[in-house]
Nanobody, 126 residues
Framework: HVQLVESGGGSVQAGGSLTLSCTVS?????????MGWFRQAAGKEREGVAG???????TYADSVRGRFTISKDNDKKPLYLQMNNLQPEDTGVYYC????????????????????RGQGTQVTVS
């Protein structure tokens, strides 16, 4: 049973920073996996933000490249999303997602289609 729990969301002013964390349990069922973050603003479609493919190569949406950093030290550590220079357009619910398939060179738009996701954490930038 795979469970993902996000934390670290909150309200910040434009230009501020937040770090999101995602703890995963049950993923050891997978011999390989991809992980990532996507977000959804009110009234908008889900948007892939960042991902790590099965070889841990990162990918970023153009809108966040250079401001956001995705990282995961090892299998036992959480997935992080360091978000700097936040802007009002970054506002939304951020979700962590994981998929047990081997995938290389993923694109940000692949992340919302991953098999499992958490409940999300709200990020508000004013």
């Amino acid at each position: 049973h795979v469970q993902l729990v996000e934390s670290g969301g909150g309200s910040v002013q434009a230009g501020g920073s937040l770090t999101l964390s995602c703890t995963v349990s049950g993923y050891t069922l997978f011999s390989t996996y991809c992980m990532g973050w996507f977000r959804q603003a009110a009234g908008k479609e889900r948007e892939g933000v960042a991902g790590l493919d099965s070889d841990s190569s990162p990918t970023y949406a153009d809108s966040v490249r250079g401001r956001f950093t995705i990282s995961k030290d090892n299998d036992k550590k959480p997935l992080y999303l360091q978000m700097n220079n936040l802007q009002p357009e970054d506002t939304g619910v951020y979700y962590c997602a994981i998929d047990g398939r081997y995938m290389k060179d993923i694109q940000p738009q692949d992340v919302p289609r991953f098999a499992y996701r958490g409940q999300g954490t709200q990020v508000t930038v004013s």
